[in-house]
């Protein structure tokens, strides 16, 4: 199958599960206003990272579009359209580097600081709201799903008797060289 195909049905499964987390797991969400944390909404963005930028943008809007769907609050839809960015640097320092743990931590406080960010015109400046529950918040719970996406990542490796890197295919390699010319 040709490469462009498998990135785009792996788009397309990662981006319905970013859609349907918000909307069928509701149940796992922990709310502080004007934090809320839906546990494992960010797996399909770190899973999406280890294809290509490409597909982490698309499965960022798929994020957005799901908490859009699921009748959360603006403010909460705005920090969903932070994985765009997040789940694209992400990518692009796997390419760079081969290390989703590097890519994990670097891009922890990019998420919190843009979920901060966005947060700003609904909270007003309240620092202790918008640095301690919603950028903190923030960079707890990425820290929580780069973990719950590493251990799928590992299971699905050794399933196919590859690295973490090679779970979906060859992209990054063909990324990386791409990158290069």
Do not use: W
């Amino acid at each position: 199958m040709n490469n462009k195909i498998k990135q785009m049905v792996y788009a397309s499964l990662l981006t319905a599960l970013a859609i349907m987390i918000p909307i069928q797991f509701g149940f796992l969400k922990i709310v502080i206003p004007p934090f809320t944390a839906t546990l494992a909404a960010h797996v399909p963005m770190m899973l999406s990272m280890l294809i290509s930028p490409a597909v982490a943008v698309v499965v960022g809007v798929g994020s957005t579009i799901g908490f859009l769907l699921s009748g959360m609050p603006m403010p909460v839809v705005l920090r969903a359209a932070t994985h765009i960015l997040v789940g694209y640097i992400g990518a692009k320092i796997i390419i760079r580097n081969k290390s989703y743990i590097k890519a994990a931590a670097i891009t922890a406080p990019i998420h919190g600081l843009a979920e901060m960010l966005v947060v700003i015109p609904f909270i007003g400046l309240n620092i202790y709201q918008m640095l301690i529950v919603t950028a903190l918040g923030s960079i707890l719970h990425h820290c929580v799903d780069s973990g719950i996406a590493y251990v799928l990542m590992k299971a699905m490796s050794k399933s196919r008797k590859t690295d973490i890197y090679h779970v979906f295919g060859n992209f990054l390699d063909k990324e990386k060289i791409q990158a290069k010319i």
